[in-house]
């Protein structure tokens, strides 16, 4: 069976991400097959304070499937468009496709964020990348540097314009899974959204199959902030 990226709606405010989150699969599942099939299950909370969305840790269930976690703070899903919302999720799919784990971890020295020469043989865009060092946890060592990329879409925090860079997509080969389709210039995530919405989901079939329903509760990997955090913390 060929895998795919779906999603299970938890609970939403007035259809938006069931709405987005379909937009979010149609990105992945335009340029990557994942290893295996991956269900982002979708849920909302809500909280004062400048905390967006929560993502929860990655896991895997007895059929193989990999199951990911997003909850969205009703105070922002509220007021983003839908780009800015289908777009965080994006974002998050990326972690569970593996940015953060442990192939990506093994790509590149810890200590300075540079992509080891290994790396780079296999992939020499890398030589141009830089991992982010700082923020603490849940952002070091998971994304693109913030300082040097500000604005790409693996970077740590929400940004008012975002593009994505070939790299993103590239480097998915060396977490696992199959590029089939390659990004050929750095692009505005916009356009790539605007472009996707009106795209039929054809693996109907596929996604009825995988059990949506399974989930474990696991901690928390990533909130995503309205503003950037100090360093070193």
Known sequence: MNTLVTYKIVSDQNGKLKTTGKIACNFWNKFISPNRSIVIRLGIFTRIGNTIAESYKPYKGTDGVVYGRIDFNTKYLGTFSENQIAGTIVHEIGHTLGFGWDEWMSLFDEDNGHFYATSIKKLPGLADMLVETDYGPGTTLSHWDEEKFGGELMTGFKNSVEHVLPITIDVIALLGHKVIERLTTKTSLNTLLNALQSVQFSQIDEAKS????????????????????????
């Open 210 to 233: 995988l059990d949506r329903d399974h989930f474990v509760q696991t901690e928390i990997w990533e909130e995503i902030y309205t503003d950037k955090r100090s360093k070193h913390i």
